[in-house]
């Protein structure tokens, strides 16, 4: 399938029926939970981590993944975080449109920040966006063109809680990447990965910042305490900023994002989902 964001992109996406017995109609779809997830920088849909959690998901409901903008066979170029809370927007709204009442979102790394500011961004009951834009200028609202695109709980893994952070040697390494041309060729060929070369402008809403708008709606902080990316300091800080609503798992001998997240994790995700999501 593809989906267009509201800028026009055009992003891969895949569906897939919870495994499941469930009837096919309407109704049945409606009954039926949807994870909705987003990988983190360098992954797309059909990479073997994001197929790995699709496949554990799938054992609580439907689940669509798909890949980025600049990823897979999405259009467009990358923004690292910015502009893909677009994809995910066009993702959600593809869920309700197939008639599920019940979306959570699941975001790892990069995908993790954008699970944040789509979830800040994009409030169930929120104004139309053709009457006004967002905080930080970007895309429609959740009575945009797609549909309502709001979701009903959300996961964050391996989120930042700031941007530019450059304290690890890994994420010296991921600016070199973005920022500098023989960067963004090496992400194109070896990671294959294609990169904006402009600036954020605006700078988009700070991922503490979006989780300290995110409730009522339920969320969940998941991070390893060996990750190589962001240290304790990150999940910490969106905790302290999203309130006593927030749950935060601190992983023991856990890296970084998706490919450190092994299946009993991610059964334990898809489980706190499905028990705090309004109809789980």
């Known amino acids: 399938m593809v989906l267009l964001a509201a800028d026009g992109v055009a992003i891969e996406a895949v569906y897939e029926p919870a495994d499941f017995d469930a009837d096919v109609t309407q109704d049945a779809a409606g009954r039926v939970p949807v994870t909705v997830v987003a990988h983190g920088f ?3 849909a059909g990479r073997p981590h994001v197929r790995r959690a699709a496949a554990v998901f799938r054992r609580y409901g439907a689940v669509i993944t798909f890949s980025f903008r600049g990823h897979g066979a999405s259009g467009g170029r990358s923004t690292v975080g910015d502009r893909e809370v677009l994809d995910l927007a066009a993702a959600v709204a593809w869920a309700r449109r197939l008639g599920h009442r019940t979306v959570w979102t699941v975001g790892f790394s990069m995908g993790g920040s954008v699970v944040l500011r789509h979830a800040a961004l994009y409030p169930a009951g929120g104004p139309d966006a053709h009457a006004s834009r967002h905080a930080d200028g970007r895309g429609s609202g959740p009575a945009d063109a797609h549909g309502p695109a709001h979701t009903d709980a959300v996961v964050a893994v ?8 450059r304290g690890t040697a890994a994420m010296r390494r991921l600016h070199w990447v973005v920022t500098r ?7 194109r060929y070896g990671l294959r990965t294609r990169i904006h070369t402009s600036d954020w402008d ?3 809403l700070d991922p503490a910042e979006a989780a300290a708008r995110i ?3 339920p969320l969940l902080l998941v991070h390893g305490d060996r990750d190589p990316y962001f240290p304790l300091d990150h999940p910490r800080a969106l905790a302290t900023a999203a309130g006593p609503q927030a749950d935060l798992w601190l992983e023991p001998g856990m890296g970084h994002a998706e490919n ?7 059964a334990r995700i898809a489980d706190w989902a499905a028990r ?4 789980g």
Do not use: F, K, N
């Open 42 to 44: 360098t992954g797309s």
């Open 260 to 266: 450190a997240a092994d299946e009993a994790l991610l």
């Open 215 to 217: 409730a009522p709606t």
């Open 181 to 187: 041309p023989l960067g963004r060729a090496v992400g």
């Open 276 to 279: 705090r999501a309004p109809g």
């Open 158 to 165: 391996s989120a930042p809680a700031r941007w530019y952070y």
């Open 202 to 204: 605006p700078v988009p």
